[in-house]
């Protein structure tokens, strides 16, 4: 299972859960989101705006080039 592979490797997890998740994985989860994921629009929205953020964050951490045209 991921969160036990990833709590192993010492990496920092980040999940969305319901209130039926076990409490031996909710204890090893480091960011909790508690949300209903019966709701599919939710989830979309959620996992969308993780996506814009990390694409925009990296974005802005590239170098800035400046290119000399001919």
């Given at each position: 299972m991921a969160i036990l592979e990833a709590n192993q490797l010492q990496i920092p997890i980040v999940a969305l859960v319901?209130?039926?998740?076990?409490?031996?994985?909710?204890?090893?989860?480091?960011?909790?989101?508690?949300?209903?994921?019966?709701s599919i629009k939710f989830v979309y929205l959620f996992c969308n705006l993780i996506t814009k953020t990390v694409i925009l964050s990296k974005r802005s951490q590239r170098p800035k080039v400046k290119v000399k045209r001919l």
């Open positions: 319901d209130s039926n998740i076990p409490n031996r994985l909710h204890k090893l989860i480091t960011y909790p989101v508690p949300v209903n994921d019966d």
